[in-house]
């Protein structure tokens, strides 16, 4: 996200005088499997990577990370079951 359509963007140099540049990755999957028709069990696994930084040309456009590389790498099993009540 730039300042480049407002006008205190200028005459900068790249055509802003402010932005905030964020970037971000997610990888992994999810496996699932029914074993019987009341259970079901499961494998999750991802990892997340985000970052953000600020430039400004005041500053020559050097970054200022405000969300330097932020990780998080998660991995969990799940199951989940039911039984069918009986009548009496």
Known sequence: MTDQFRTSAGTA????S??????SRTIGG???ASL???LSAGFEAYH?????ATQMA??????QYSLPG?????????????TRS???
């Open 13 to 16: 140099p790249l055509g802003y």
């Open 18 to 23: 402010m932005g905030s540049m964020a970037n």
């Open 30 to 32: 999810k496996l699932q």
């Open 36 to 38: 019987f028709s009341e």
């Open 48 to 52: 997340r990577f985000w970052e953000t």
């Open 58 to 63: 005041m500053t020559a456009y050097a970054p």
């Open 70 to 82: 932020a990780t998080a790498d998660v991995v969990g099993l799940y199951g989940n079951g039911s």
């Open 86 to 88: 009986r009548g009496r």
